[in-house]
């Protein structure tokens, strides 16, 4: 069970590192083609990462085996690290304890000369300069019966097989000491993480009991995976343009992380102030809910008045309809009356009207102990200044021409007035002098006993309009 799920674990691992290759090695014509010989790549396949000083830069293209069981393993890398020299060194070292492998390579130095393509082949790497990985279960399955057992007996048998050929046996060694020094560094790091190692052992079997128990999800799994790598080959053109693509995306992001990198710095003011704000704004958002309970009555109230308000309003409609046919009938009057103010105001009717309640103000305030004295001003050619009882045409100024001599009424209450010896306004208002040598004149009109039922000034006011419109 362990092994299938190792197996299973394997496959999924080389699926999702085709899948990897894929998006990040399309085969594009810019990189550089390798291959390397070595003893034995067990668990090599294709996708599986190609490190230089450990940074991934190309990718296996294919494992072969060479017409002498030697295994030629091609690899595409980066242009940038090419060309590979004689003196280059390459390796395969395990990834992870489930299997998986990736090759170590080193270009070599300018000292050693360029390797160039032969016998239809890419540049290759020698043997003489490639290491085979020695697997750690390997080692450990020697102290194991009958491991051991048969250990004992290949080292008997290889001691009486050397016997004479110290040559090859030293070639031997000189090629198996890189491997066991990788061995012992292997080892070595084994015994330092036991107590990793076993968590790990004992968590893989809780793993793989899990595997086992949903094995037909891991199923589907392991198809889907294939049907993305299907999909990622026959696509892989247009996703390694947009991996060509993209460091030029890349440097254009710089430019705005920059500017948001200067944002965020600006930011942090505001931000320790946000942070020293937020203790009163919890505060306020406390007194929100207290807040929200104290409102409603007075919003219920506001409901009931709006209730009112639209009785209100529906009454008041007929009223707004006739103040609206008010105003559309308002407005012609209201132009006229404008235009009547503009009138009135430029020809100086209020100040004419005000200027003659002023004079009959000031002409009827004018009062001693004795009388009322009514001042008079004529206006007129110095002919018309004397006493006459027949109208002179030049001289006559009633809206009605001749009115002053019409009726016999009039001239009988003057003569009237003449015999009792009352002063007639008519015959000392024209006798004064003319408007250039004096240009008022008075009258005083004394107090009448004998009428006390019309006051003075009032008959003093009759006898002047009296004289004046006939």
Same mark, same amino acid.
Do not use: W
């Given at each position: 069970?362990?092994?299938?799920?190792?197996?299973?674990?394997?496959l999924?691992?080389?699926?999702l590192?085709?899948?990897?290759?894929?998006?990040?090695?399309?085969g594009?014509?810019?990189?550089?083609?390798?291959?390397?010989?070595?003893?034995?790549?067990?668990?090599?396949?294709?996708?599986?990462?190609?490190?230089?000083a450990?940074?991934?830069?190309?990718?296996?293209?294919?494992?072969?085996?060479?017409?002498?069981?030697?295994?030629?393993?091609?690899?595409?890398?980066?242009?940038?690290?090419g060309p590979?020299?004689?003196?280059?060194?390459?390796?395969?070292?395990p990834?992870?304890?489930?299997?998986?492998r990736?090759?170590?390579?080193a270009?070599?130095?300018?000292?050693?000369?360029?390797l160039?393509?032969?016998?239809?082949?890419?540049?290759?790497?020698?043997?003489?300069?490639?290491?085979?990985?020695?697997?750690?279960?390997?080692?450990?399955?020697?102290?194991r019966?009958?491991?051991?057992?048969?250990?004992?007996?290949?080292?008997?048998?290889?001691?009486?097989?050397?016997?004479?050929?110290?040559?090859?046996?030293?070639?031997?060694?000189?090629?198996?000491?890189?491997?066991?020094?990788?061995?012992?560094?292997?080892?070595?790091?084994?015994?330092?993480?036991?107590?990793?190692?076993?968590?790990?052992?004992?968590?893989?079997?809780?793993?793989?009991?899990e595997?086992?128990?949903r094995?037909?999800?891991?199923?589907?799994?392991?198809?889907?995976?294939?049907?993305?790598?299907?999909?990622?080959?026959?696509?892989?053109?247009?996703?390694?343009?947009?991996?060509?693509?993209?460091?030029?995306?890349?440097?254009?992001?710089?430019?705005?992380?920059?500017?948001?990198?200067?944002?965020?710095?600006?930011?942090?003011?505001? =931000?320790?102030?946000?942070?020293?704000? @937020?203790? %009163?704004?919890? *505060? !306020?958002?406390? /007194?929100?809910?207290?807040?929200? #309970? $104290?409102?409603?009555?007075?919003?219920?109230?506001?409901?009931?008045?709006?209730?009112?308000?639209?009785?209100?309003?529906?009454?008041?409609?007929?009223?707004?309809?006739q =103040?609206?046919?008010?105003?559309?009938? @308002?407005? %012609?009057?209201? *132009? !006229?009356?404008? /235009?009547?103010?503009?009138?009135? #105001? $430029?020809n100086?009717?209020?100040?004419?009207?005000?200027?003659?309640?002023?004079?009959?103000?000031?002409?009827?305030?004018?009062?001693?102990?004795?009388?009322?004295?009514l001042?008079?001003?004529?206006?007129?050619?110095?002919?018309?200044?004397?006493?006459?009882s027949?109208?002179?045409?030049a001289?006559?100024?009633?809206?009605?021409?001749?009115?002053?001599?019409?009726?016999?009424?009039?001239?009988?209450?003057?003569?009237?007035?003449?015999?009792?010896?009352?002063?007639?306004?008519?015959?000392?208002?024209p006798?004064?002098?003319?408007?250039?040598?004096?240009?008022?004149?008075?009258?005083?009109?004394?107090?009448?006993?004998?009428?006390?039922?019309?006051?003075p000034?009032?008959?003093?006011?009759?006898r002047v309009?009296?004289?004046?419109?006939?």
């Amino acid at each position: 069970m362990r092994r299938l799920a190792a197996a299973g674990a394997v496959l999924l691992a080389a699926g999702l590192v085709f899948v990897l290759a894929g998006f990040g090695f399309g085969g594009g014509d810019d990189r550089y083609r390798v291959d390397a010989i070595f003893d034995n790549a067990s668990f090599l396949i294709a996708g599986q990462d190609v490190r230089i000083a450990g940074a991934n830069v190309g990718s296996v293209t294919d494992v072969v085996v060479t017409p002498d069981n030697r295994a030629r393993v091609e690899m595409a890398v980066d242009h940038r690290f090419g060309p590979f020299r004689s003196d280059a060194d390459c390796f395969i070292a395990p990834q992870s304890l489930i299997g998986e492998r990736f090759v170590q390579c080193a270009p070599g130095s300018p000292r050693g000369t360029e390797l160039h393509a032969s016998g239809g082949h890419a540049p290759t790497v020698p043997l003489a300069n490639t290491h085979s990985p020695v697997d750690p279960d390997l080692v450990l399955d020697t102290y194991r019966l009958p491991y051991r057992q048969r250990l004992t007996l290949i080292v008997n048998e290889l001691g009486a097989g050397l016997a004479g050929n110290g040559a090859a046996l030293n070639a031997s060694i000189r090629r198996a000491s890189p491997a066991i020094e990788a061995t012992q560094d292997v080892l070595r790091i084994v015994d330092r993480d036991r107590h990793v190692l076993g968590q790990l052992i004992d968590r893989s079997d809780q793993v793989i009991g899990e595997l086992a128990r949903r094995r037909g999800r891991v199923s589907s799994f392991v198809e889907e995976a294939a049907n993305v790598s299907v999909t990622s080959a026959e696509r892989r053109g247009a996703i390694a343009e947009g991996l060509r693509r993209l460091p030029g995306t890349l440097d254009e992001t710089r430019g705005s992380l920059d500017a948001l990198r200067t944002l965020a710095n600006r930011s942090r003011p505001l =931000l320790g102030d946000l942070a020293l704000s @937020a203790q %009163p704004l919890n *505060r !306020l958002v406390g /007194d929100v809910p207290p807040l929200a #309970r $104290a409102a409603t009555p007075a919003l219920t109230h506001l409901g009931r008045m709006a209730r009112v308000g639209n009785a209100a309003l529906r009454d008041g409609a007929p009223v707004v309809k006739q =103040l609206k046919q008010f105003s559309d009938y @308002a407005v %012609p009057a209201g *132009r !006229l009356t404008r /235009d009547l103010n503009e009138s009135l #105001r $430029a020809n100086g009717v209020v100040e004419g009207i005000q200027t003659f309640v002023m004079n009959i103000a000031v002409s009827l305030a004018r009062f001693d102990k004795s009388s009322h004295i009514l001042p008079s001003y004529v206006v007129g050619p110095p002919d018309c200044g004397a006493y006459a009882s027949t109208t002179t045409p030049a001289c006559d100024a009633h809206f009605v021409k001749g009115a002053a001599t019409s009726t016999n009424g009039s001239a009988t209450s003057r003569r009237a007035a003449a015999r009792t010896g009352r002063e007639d306004p008519r015959a000392e208002s024209p006798a004064g002098p003319s408007p250039a040598s004096a240009p008022s004149a008075t009258t005083r009109i004394p107090a009448s006993p004998t009428v006390p039922d019309v006051p003075p000034p009032a008959r003093a006011v009759e006898r002047v309009l009296d004289y004046l419109l006939g």
